[in-house]
């Protein structure tokens, strides 16, 4: 045989079979990373052709549905979203033109179908049309309600969790945005000043004020810093690093304990608190409640923001000089979102367990089984049990006669702690210099419900802006 022919032959078998490798690992190997390659349309089209899975609230209520428009090779399906604004944060939205967000996006394989694809290949085989999963979250309607009409106007954020399994029970930021309106409104949504489209609950970073006063005691207590009777005095105001700190009623307390501090929110004693415990303890605690990492919560990373410390937008390593008696009063640079206080409260409210917080309750296939549960999970053991049933009988307090008392219900004992924070961009408020909190938990003797409130640009304080909303939210959800 010519030997040209011989190379060319042998060429040919070798372009093929490099051909058959790479057409095997795009398909078999690598074939999730193809379909969320950016340029590659394929999957966006083919998805129009799935009936997407339903979303449902806890009680059945649909939050999302695929609508089928056309037929045969002009065949496709759009989203849906009966109840509007209630849901857009944190379902988001699902359009072929603007891609997915929020728990649209976390969950998009269950909802196409893409985590049973045998099944999918059965039903082409058999002439059906592919149909996704359904997804029952764990969002409690009437709490959700209760949320929006308690924050009316204001922008700020509301979250509940379940302690003892971290489903979340209701989420709601202000201003919403309405996902049905995505496809005509996308730009205008987006350039909105009052950012529609940022989940407050996961992505605003706030300064938490005295609210993280119970991170600092939380340190405190359990890493034996101090006892539940021991006292600091603490006079109306103190230097911390040269700086004079006042109390914010500019009162001289005098020598008091722990429970007496967070009862009516004493800024001189937590100050000198943090500074007797040192940064190195107090970020050893901040990291067991979930500080300095986003949330495991199923949403997308790029969704949710990191609570911390932080300077120019990056956040502090515990390289970094810190003003740790002002770090323990919740100010020096600190920034929580919502979802992370929620969790703190939380964690006290389970004897010092975190749980891993999830909006998913259950999957359901076509045929309405259950396929898939939500199982708790055990994400951090943050402070001992002794430690949780002494910092919850001071939040009580806080309830019950401090600064706190507008979020007390009839008949049912509430733990919390208020916050009020100045807020660093003033102008963009209006003048209104403050970030409200509450947050909490209840029954404080058998927690059944924490939850987190803010508001942003107020001139009220926690205990008489923020408190009465988690207050009719816990009431809500305890009435259920």
Same mark, same amino acid.
């Given at each position: 045989?010519?030997?040209?022919?011989?190379?060319?032959?042998?060429?040919?078998?070798?372009?093929?079979?490099?051909?058959?490798?790479?057409?095997?690992?795009?398909?078999?190997?690598?074939?999730?990373?193809?379909?969320?390659?950016?340029?590659?349309?394929?999957?966006?089209?083919?998805?129009?052709?799935?009936?997407?899975?339903?979303?449902?609230?806890?009680?059945?209520?649909?939050?999302?549905?695929?609508?089928?428009?056309?037929?045969?090779?002009?065949?496709?399906?759009?989203?849906?979203?009966?109840?509007?604004?209630?849901?857009?944060?944190?379902?988001?939205?699902?359009?072929?033109?603007?891609?997915?967000?929020?728990?649209?996006?976390?969950?998009?394989?269950?909802?196409?179908?893409?985590?049973?694809?045998?099944?999918?290949?059965?039903?082409?085989?058999?002439?059906?049309?592919?149909?996704?999963?359904?997804i029952k979250t764990s969002i409690d309607p009437d709490a959700q309600a209760t949320a929006f009409s308690m924050l009316g106007?204001?922008?700020?954020?509301?979250?509940?969790?379940?302690?003892?399994?971290?489903?979340?029970?209701?989420?709601?930021? @202000?201003?919403?945005?309405?996902?049905?309106? *995505?496809? #005509?409104? %996308?730009?205008? =949504?987006?350039? $909105?000043? +009052? /950012?529609?489209?940022?989940?407050?609950?996961?992505?605003?970073?706030?300064?938490?004020?005295?609210?993280?006063?119970?991170?600092?005691?939380?340190?405190?207590?359990?890493?034996g810093a101090i006892t539940l009777d021991e006292t600091i005095n603490s006079p109306a105001t103190i230097d911390i690093q040269?700086?004079?700190?006042?109390?914010?009623?500019?009162?001289?307390?005098?020598?008091?304990? @722990?429970?007496?501090?967070?009862?009516?929110? *004493?800024? #001189?004693? %937590?100050?000198? =608190?943090?500074? $007797?415990? +040192? /940064?190195?303890?107090?970020?050893?605690?901040?990291?067991?409640?979930?500080?300095?990492?986003?949330?495991?919560?199923?949403?997308?990373?790029?969704?949710?923001?990191?609570?911390?410390?932080?300077?120019?937008?990056?956040?502090?390593?515990?390289?970094?000089?810190?003003?740790?008696?002002?770090?323990?009063?919740?100010?020096?640079?600190?920034?929580?979102?919502?979802?992370?206080?929620?969790?703190?409260?939380?964690?006290?409210?389970?004897?010092?367990?975190?749980?891993?917080?999830?909006?998913?309750?259950?999957?359901?296939?076509?045929?309405?089984?259950?396929?898939?549960?939500?199982?708790?999970?055990?994400?951090?053991?943050?402070?001992?049990?002794?430690?949780?049933?002494?910092?919850?009988?001071?939040?009580?307090?806080?309830?019950?006669?401090?600064?706190?008392?507008?979020?007390?219900?009839?008949?049912?004992?509430?733990?919390?702690?208020?916050?009020?924070?100045?807020?660093?961009?003033?102008?963009?408020?209006?003048?209104?210099?403050?970030?409200?909190?509450?947050?909490?938990?209840?029954?404080?003797?058998?927690?059944?419900?924490?939850?987190?409130?803010?508001?942003?640009?107020?001139?009220?304080?926690?205990?008489?802006?923020?408190a009465p909303i988690a207050a009719a939210v816990m009431q809500t959800l305890l009435d259920g």
């Amino acid at each position: 045989m010519n030997s040209r022919i011989v190379k060319l032959f042998a060429f040919t078998v070798v372009m093929f079979a490099v051909l058959v490798g790479f057409t095997s690992y795009w398909t078999v190997f690598d074939s999730q990373n193809l379909k969320n390659e950016r340029v590659n349309k394929r999957p966006l089209f083919a998805a129009q052709k799935i009936e997407r899975g339903r979303i449902l609230a806890s009680d059945g209520t649909v939050i999302a549905r695929s609508i089928r428009k056309g037929s045969g090779a002009s065949l496709r399906y759009v989203r849906d979203y009966p109840e509007g604004s209630t849901y857009g944060h944190p379902i988001g939205y699902s359009f072929i033109e603007y891609g997915n967000s929020e728990f649209e996006a976390f969950h998009n394989s269950e909802l196409i179908g893409d985590d049973n694809e045998f099944s999918t290949i059965f039903d082409e085989l058999r002439g059906k049309d592919p149909v996704g999963n359904d997804i029952k979250t764990s969002i409690d309607p009437d709490a959700q309600a209760t949320a929006f009409s308690m924050l009316g106007d204001s922008p700020g954020a509301v979250v509940a969790i379940e302690p003892s399994t971290g489903a979340i029970k209701a989420m709601v930021s @202000v201003p919403p945005f309405d996902p049905n309106t *995505v496809p #005509t409104d %996308f730009s205008a =949504l987006n350039q $909105d000043p +009052g /950012s529609p489209m940022l989940n407050r609950v996961t992505q605003g970073q706030y300064p938490p004020g005295s609210t993280f006063k119970l991170v600092t005691a939380a340190a405190a207590l359990d890493s034996g810093a101090i006892t539940l009777d021991e006292t600091i005095n603490s006079p109306a105001t103190i230097d911390i690093q040269g700086n004079p700190l006042a109390n914010s009623d500019n009162s001289d307390y005098g020598d008091i304990d @722990v429970t007496t501090a967070l009862t009516f929110s *004493v800024n #001189t004693y %937590f100050a000198q =608190l943090g500074e $007797d415990i +040192g /940064s190195g303890t107090l970020e050893e605690y901040m990291t067991k409640f979930g500080f300095n990492a986003k949330p495991e919560l199923d949403l997308p990373d790029g969704q949710m923001s990191v609570s911390g410390v932080f300077d120019d937008g990056e956040l502090v390593t515990g390289d970094d000089p810190i003003d740790v008696g002002r770090l323990a009063i919740g100010q020096e640079r600190l920034l929580a979102t919502p979802v992370q206080m929620a969790e703190v409260a939380a964690t006290i409210a389970n004897d010092g367990k975190l749980m891993r917080p999830q909006i998913w309750s259950e999957v359901r296939d076509p045929d309405g089984r259950t396929v898939k549960e939500m199982d708790p999970e055990v994400q951090s053991n943050v402070i001992s049990e002794e430690t949780a049933n002494q910092l919850t009988e001071a939040m009580s307090d806080v309830v019950n006669e401090g600064t706190g008392t507008a979020a007390a219900l009839s008949g049912i004992d509430v733990a919390g702690k208020t916050g009020t924070a100045e807020i660093p961009d003033v102008e963009r408020c209006d003048g209104l210099p403050n970030q409200a909190w509450f947050v909490g938990f209840a029954p404080a003797d058998d927690p059944q419900i924490a939850v987190a409130a803010t508001v942003e640009c107020t001139d009220g304080q926690g205990g008489t802006v923020a408190a009465p909303i988690a207050a009719a939210v816990m009431q809500t959800l305890l009435d259920g």
